[in-house]
C-alpha cells in the first residue's frame, strides 16, 4: 500500500520559530510537492522537488524553503514562523512522467501563535 | 490569477439523489483533469481522471464530463451516499521543468443529508 507520511498532525509554534515539517514516501517516487490549503483558496503550491538535491519555486514561495536530500524525504522549512502561515499543510509525491495522480499525506495541521 | 476555478464553495444534496460538482478553467492547454475527494484531517485522495480526448469517464457511481469548448467539467455522483460527504478538488497538471505540477481549484465542500 503506497503511503506519504508527515511527521506531525497537529503543531503549534511561536511567531519567530524555525518550523521543520517532514515528510517521508515510500513509493520511489521522483516527484515531491509542498502545498498549503486555506478554506476559500484551495490547495496551493509553494515548492516541489523533481529530484534529489533539487528544488522549484511553486505560487508561493516566500517564507518558505525546501530540503531533498534523499529521494525518500523532502521537507519544508519556514525560516521564520509568521501568523499569516497558520495553515494545512500537506505533502505530496507522484512518479516520473504526465498525467500522474499524486499521493498525498494525512497534513500538519500547523498554528502560528 | 485561479486558472482552475470552482464557484460553488458547497452543496447540500438529499441521499440518494445526483449530485453534480462543477469546475471551470481558463488555460486551454490543459488536457487532462483529475478530481479529488478530501475528509477532514486527512490528505486528498484520487478520485476520477479525464483526458481531453474524450468527453466522459465513469467509475461506478462517479461519472466526470469535459466540455472542452466551454472550458468546463463536472463530476455527478450517482446516487448520493452519506460517506461521500467531503471536499472535491478538480485539478489540471501543468508541466514545468518535465515535472507536472497540479493546479487545483478553491473546492466545493458536499454535504449529503439523510
Redesign the interface.
Known amino acids: 500500500d503506497v503511503k ?1 507520511t508527515q511527521s506531525s ?1 497537529y503543531l503549534v509554534k511561536r511567531t519567530g520559530e524555525k518550523v521543520f515539517l517532514e515528510c517521508v514516501q515510500d513509493m520511489d517516487h ?2 515531491m ?1 509542498w ?1 498549503r490549503q486555506d478554506p ?6 509553494i515548492y ?1 522537488s ?1 529530484d534529489v538535491k533539487m528544488k ?1 519555486k ?1 505560487d508561493i514561495p516566500e517564507g518558505y524553503s525546501v530540503s531533498r536530500e534523499k529521494k525518500e524525504r523532502f521537507s519544508l522549512i519556514l525560516e521564520s514562523a509568521s501568523t499569516n502561515q497558520t495553515s494545512m499543510y ?1 505533502c ?1 509525491s ?1 512518479p516520473l ?11 500538519t ?1 500547523l498554528t502560528v501563535l | 490569477d485561479q486558472q482552475v476555478k470552482q464557484n460553488s464553495p458547497s452543496l447540500s444534496v438529499q441521499e440518494g439523489r445526483i449530485s453534480i460538482l462543477n469546475c471551470d478553467y481558463t488555460n486551454s492547454m490543459f488536457d487532462y483533469f483529475l478530481w479529488y475527494k478530501k475528509y477532514p484531517a486527512e490528505g486528498p485522495t484520487f478520485l476520477i481522471s479525464i483526458s481531453s480526448i474524450k468527453d466522459k469517464n465513469e467509475d461506478g457511481r462517479f461519472t466526470v464530463f469535459l466540455n472542452k469548448s466551454a472550458k468546463h467539467l463536472s463530476l455527478h455522483i450517482v446516487p448520493s451516499q452519506p460517506g461521500d460527504s467531503a471536499v472535491y478538488f478538480c485539478a489540471a497538471p501543468d508541466i514545468i521543468q518535465g515535472a507536472q505540477k497540479l493546479v487545483f481549484g478553491q473546492g466545493t465542500r458536499l454535504t449529503i443529508n439523510p
Not at chain 1, 476559500?40 to 503550491?45: A, D, F, Q, T, Y
Not at chain 1, 512522467?97 to 497534513?107: A, D, R
Open positions: 506519504v498532525r521522483e516527484n510537492f502545498y476559500g483558496l484551495g490547495l496551493r503550491l516541489f523533481y522549484e511553486g500537506l505530496a507522484s512522467g504526465s498525467y500522474n495522480e499524486q499521493f498525498f499525506g494525512p497534513g495541521r
